[in-house]
């Protein structure tokens, strides 16, 4: 209607420009809406559920142990009506299945489907890839990657019926090499590549796919911190066998242990990462890709991405 009025006003050039920017910048209107985020123990995770809550959003927010969760609790005293907490491992088949029927009972009054899938369940495996036991490393996988492409399949047919989206967040890890880190970064590649399948298979379907991926100090299931650092690296080190113990040293493994620490320094800004998973969820037109991250994160991803390793390396690799 208000391009119309303009379009009698102005013409040529000027509306097309104008016309142009119009679409590029509408929004959705969040009331009778349901969007599901996964991941909700995560601090950036629980504000980015507060804040849809508040903006008027029918929230389903996952926690994966909902049980003895005082977020969860927190949630549901502190937010409206409209808040709903929800048991959701994403390892788990089960769960994974009664979430969508429960989502698919409880949705707004009129809303023919589920608007929005925003995935941001993670767990971070740290330390060089040999040092990784099995188990953790299957972790890792499951609940990063599979986990987060089969809930995808299970909610399709919800978010379809609304021609809603489907938000991914992931890390500048995806696309910058980071040794100690290296199961992260795969996983966050991973699930970057699935976005951009999705993103042409959906198309037809009017479902829009994009990804945020934020700096690395924001994804996880909880900010590093000193002592949770050195308890997983003592449970590694003593995973090891003894040829791997000489081969590496002890001295080796800490190091590259104690490389890590500067993350557990940083008092990460939500802002950024929760503006852009806010702006995936409500444009009209999202972006396929938001990279809410430091100057400095620009700026190594544009040297790994476009200049020789030999740049890269001199650079970086201390």
């Given amino acids: 209607h208000i391009l119309r009025i303009i379009r009698k006003t102005f013409s040529g050039d000027i509306f097309?420009?104008?016309?142009?920017?119009?679409v590029l910048f509408l929004k959705v209107s969040a009331s009778g809406k349901g969007v599901l985020v996964t991941g909700c123990e995560s601090p950036l995770v629980w504000h980015l559920a507060r804040h849809l809550d508040?903006?008027?959003?029918?929230?389903?927010?996952g926690f994966t142990h909902l049980a003895d969760s005082e977020e969860a609790a927190?949630?549901?005293e502190e937010c409206s009506g409209r808040m709903k907490v929800l048991q959701l491992d994403v390892t788990s088949e089960t769960q994974m299945l009664e979430a969508s029927l429960h989502i698919s009972e409880n949705l707004p009054d009129g809303a023919r489907g589920l608007w929005a899938v925003i995935h941001c369940a993670a767990w971070v495996a740290l330390g060089e890839f040999?040092?990784?036991?099995f188990n953790v490393l299957r972790k890792a996988i499951d609940i990063n990657l599979l986990g987060t492409a089969r809930l995808t399949q299970i909610m399709l047919p919800l978010v379809r019926r609304a021609n809603g989206r489907l938000v991914f967040l992931s890390s500048a890890l995806a696309r910058i090499p980071s040794p100690v880190r290296g199961i992260q970064s795969a996983t966050?590649?991973?699930i970057e590549g699935l976005a951009i399948c999705l993103r042409e298979e959906l198309r037809p379907r009017g479902v829009d796919v994009s990804v945020v991926a934020a700096g690395e100090y924001v994804t996880g299931t909880s900010w590093l911190n000193d002592k949770l650092l050195m308890?997983?690296?003592s449970q590694m080190w003593a995973r090891l066998s003894d040829e791997q113990r000489k081969v590496y040293g002890k001295e080796y493994f800490e190091n590259a242990i104690r490389s890590l620490e500067k993350y557990t320094k940083v008092s990460a800004d939500f802002t950024p990462a929760i503006r852009s998973l806010v702006d995936a969820t409500i444009r009209t037109f999202p972006l396929p890709r938001y990279t809410p991250v430091t100057r400095a994160e620009k700026i190594q991803t544009l040297i790994a991405q476009h200049l020789p390793k030999s740049v890269y390396d001199t650079i970086y690799r201390k």
Avoid: C, D, H, R
């Fill in 54 to 61: 508040e903006m008027g959003f029918t929230v389903f927010a």
């Fill in 130 to 133: 040999e040092w990784i036991p």
């Fill in 188 to 190: 966050q590649a991973g």
């Fill in 231 to 233: 308890e997983q690296a």
């Fill in 74 to 76: 927190i949630l549901k």
């Fill in 16 to 22: 097309l420009n104008f016309s142009f920017y119009f």
